[in-house]
Every structure is written in structure tokens, then in C-alpha cells.
């Protein structure tokens, strides 16, 4: 197990600065989610921390020791990929102990450490297959499986469910969830699907433009983002974001309508409110704070989606649970959930929200 620390770490290529003082204190056995979107420094600093990228300043540390020009091979950390790369020669067995057969450790200890694996993977039946005779989840677990033969301090993933199907991807969060309760391993974990991180994660960093917006567990994200972006990002339909204009114990839309926030202690700096979809009642189009059109409505079965067109506010979605009688080109009444609404100031930036328990 490991404790993984990251202080003040940037890293530049050339002029172009694509992390910028990286903070992060990642505890023993702790599984931390990095996401973020393309091209924010989520798999940079993954990368950073296996030692297949250098780190341009500041300071990385496995259980206080400075890891910063120590090679890879010496980190005592596996890394999973998002493409499997294994050898198609080779049996599944042969792929998972192949790191112990390259250093010439005992042949009865490589047995041991494979039938292991293979037993906390459920892959006891297919050793003897080769890769082409394997699902895809079936190959990413003998990729996990190479990685838990090292008995490393701690394992990295870099978007490893990214080439599987929908229902494939359930299944592997799934194997990787009951991984990590079964090893109790330090795991960091990239991907750029915000719904892996809320059910997997500890903790969640999430990352933009090269910094750092910010870390804490799935839930304090979903209730307390710090800023538009966060509360954007995490939460999935997205959250509504709609400008507006702070007042008194409430807040007024651009074509006048008053929606009252008795919860929050001060509007006046609010610019924008964001309400998630979940957050929103259908009543009666006398009794709500809004009213709309419906434009599209989609039935799930378990829920329902309706895409509200809002007079001076565009487009609102309205997720509500169970099979809602609605449909397209009806007049329906909306009703913010107050205790539920964000306020953002000028910049984006998250008021403060007193949540029900608060309230």
C-alpha cells in the first residue's frame, strides 16, 4: 500500500504549461477518480506518477521518499491501460505471470501468484486460453490480473473501460469496485465518465484546463460544487445553468419572473442559478415558478426526461421518477426545488447553498 503526495507540480512542454501546482495528498488505500474533459491533464498526471512522463517542478512522493527521477520499474506501481496489450501468443496464465518470468523469479511462486489472480478475477477456466479466444472484459481483467501479480503499493488505470460496451463497462466497474475492496490497494483511476468516478470513487479530482477545480467525495461534488464548472461536469443529465439577476431573498429571470430562495442568507451577486433536472417539479401551470412547453419528451421506462422550452429562458430538462403522462406540446407548470438551488457570482464561482439539513 501507498501514500501518494504531489506538491506544487507543473508540467510544461516547451512554453506550453499543461498542469500548473498540482496539489494532491492521496492516502493509503485510498481509490481517487481523476476526471476532467479532453485535453485537461488527467492522464499527464497519471502518467507523471508511473514515471512515463517527467515532472517539470515541484514534488512526487510515494510514502514520503521523493520519487521524482526515480525510473519506472523502480516505483513498484502498475499501470492498467485502456488498450489491453497482450501478447497474442502467449496463454492467459503466461500473460498474467510474464513480468515474474522476465525476472526469473521461481516457477512455483509464478504458479501460486497466476492461480491467485485468476481466482480473485474469476478467470480460473480460461488460463489456458489464448487472448483471441476471450471477450473484451474477459481480456481487460487478465490486464488487471498482470498487474495484481506484481503485488504493487499502488495501481494506476488509465480509462480502462473506454473500449468496452455499455453493459461490459457495468460489469468491469463492478470487478474493479470489489478489487479494490478485496486488495485494499492505493488506486488512482482516470476517466473521462463522470458516472465511473461517482461509483467508484473515494474522492473525485476534477480537472480543467490544467488545474485543479476541485476534490471531494462523489457526493459533496454532486450537493457543493465549488463552481459552474464542477456542478456541470459532475451530474448526469447535466445541471440547468439559466442567468439571472439577484435580489432580496430570491432571484429574477431576464423576462422578470421572481423565483424566491428563502434558503439562501444572500442573492444579491447572483448572476446565474443552476438547478439539476431531478430538482424540478411538473405542477399545475397555476401553481408553478415557471412555465413551458414541452418539446421533447423521452419515457425510460425507470424515469422520465422532458426538454421544457421557457419563455426568456430557453430550453430547461426536467428528470423526474416513473412514467410522467406527458408529451410533446404540453403546457406544464415548473416548481424549483429552492432548498436544491446553486447560485453562481460573476466568474462562476458556487454562493453559498444551505442545503435541507441546514435549512
Known sequence: MARIELKDVVKRYGSVEVLRDINLDIQDGEFVVLVGPSGCGKSTLLRMIAGLEPITSGEFRIDGEIMNDVRPRDRDIAMVFQSYALYPHMSVARNMGFSMEIRKDPATERVSRVKQAAKTLGLTALTERLPKALSGGQRQRVAMGRAIIRDPRAFLFDEPLSNLDAALRVEMRLEIARLHQKLGATMVYVTHDQVEALTLADRIVVLDGGDIQQVGSPLDLYERPANKFVAQFIGSPTMNVVPVKGQSGG??????????????????????????????????????????????????????????????????????????????????????????????????????RVTSATA
Not at 306 to 318: A, C, K, Q, R, S
Not at 322 to 331: H, L, V
Request: hydrophobic share 40%; aromatic share 2%.
Open 251 to 352: 432571484v429574477t429571470t431576464a423576462d422578470g419572473l421572481t423565483i424566491p430562495l428563502p434558503h439562501l442568507p444572500d442573492t444579491l451577486a447572483a448572476v446565474e442559478m443552476g438547478i439539476r433536472p431531478e430538482h424540478i417539479d411538473v405542477v399545475d401551470p397555476n401553481a408553478g415558478h415557471l412555465v413551458g412547453i414541452a418539446d421533447v419528451v423521452e419515457h425510460l421506462g425507470s424515469d422520465t426526461n422532458i426538454y421544457v422550452n421557457v419563455e426568456g429562458l430557453g430550453p430547461l430538462m426536467v428528470r423526474k421518477h416513473g412514467n410522467i403522462p406527458a408529451k410533446s406540446g404540453d403546457r406544464l407548470g415548473l416548481r424549483i426545488q429552492s432548498e436544491n438551488a446553486h447560485i453562481f457570482a460573476a466568474g462562476g464561482t458556487a454562493l453559498r
